[in-house]
């Protein structure tokens, strides 16, 4: 069965400082992986999605993610990490003409210190 | 504007009762989803449905009931069955096709007993 491991709870990081927040997936073919976010009480909004292609997705908000086959991850980095990033993180994966639903991971939690 | 509407935003449950929570979806996305999400365990799926008047049960689903008469609604029933009801429900809807596999989410209901 597909799996995804996010082994970060909780990340914290100073306003202005990189970020990268960690993504591994368990499963045999190449998945479909998205990123989204979800601020305090709000739904999950996407940032970025991989499908197929290019490895280095660029998505909302000036997050990037990209892809690793040989290591089954999808980190999500920002070169900058601005106060309104804070949020819950949430990496996704699905299989195309599978409709049954997205394995998501149990989150990461951001917090950014002025 | 398209999108997915849940209502209410809260919602309090006795002890015994059953609560209806509404999903309402303008994308004409064939599949939609009811998700349970509890502090530190992610998106636990709770029913989906791909066609109208048919749905599968996800991981969780003793305690809850759903319908599925329209494409636009996916209604979920929380039952007096459903031991620990308190949560944040989250409603989403995905398009059939690999253009499209990513989910869109409701801004989510919080349900709780008191």
């Known amino acids: 069965a597909q799996s995804v491991t996010q082994p970060d709870i909780h990340i914290t990081v100073s306003e202005g400082a990189s970020l990268e927040l960690r993504c591994n997936y368990s499963?045999?073919?190449?998945?479909?992986l998205f990123w989204y976010v979800q601020s305090p009480g709000q739904g999950l909004q996407l940032l970025l999605k991989?499908?197929?292609?290019?490895?280095l997705v660029q998505g909302i908000k000036g997050f990037e993610a990209e892809f690793k086959r040989s290591q089954s991850s999808f980190n999500l980095r920002k070169p900058s990490v601005h106060w309104s990033d804070a949020a819950e993180y949430f990496c996704?994966?699905?299989?195309?003409?599978?409709?049954?639903?997205?394995?998501f991971g149990s989150g990461t939690q951001l917090t950014v210190l002025p | 504007d398209g999108g997915i509407t849940q209502s209410p935003k809260y919602l309090f449950r006795k002890e015994g009762q059953n609560v209806t929570l509404s999903c309402e979806q303008n994308?004409?996305?064939?599949?939609m989803y009811w998700y349970r999400q509890d502090p530190g365990q992610g998106l636990r799926l709770i029913y989906y449905?791909?066609?109208?008047?048919?749905?599968q049960k996800g991981d969780i689903a003793e305690g809850y009931s759903v319908s599925r008469e329209k494409k636009e609604s996916f209604p979920l029933t929380v039952t007096s069955a459903q031991k620990n009801p308190t949560a944040f429900y989250l409603c989403?809807?995905?398009?059939?096709?690999?253009?499209?596999?990513?989910?869109?989410f409701g801004q989510g209901t919080r349900l709780t007993v008191v």
């Open positions: 989403a809807s995905r398009g059939q096709g690999k253009a499209v596999a990513e989910a869109f």
């Open positions: 499963y045999g073919a190449t998945p479909y």
């Open positions: 991989y499908f197929s292609g290019d490895t």
């Open positions: 996704a994966v699905g299989f195309s003409g599978s409709a049954r639903q997205l394995t």
């Open positions: 994308l004409n996305h064939d599949a």
């Open positions: 449905s791909q066609i109208v008047n048919d749905f």
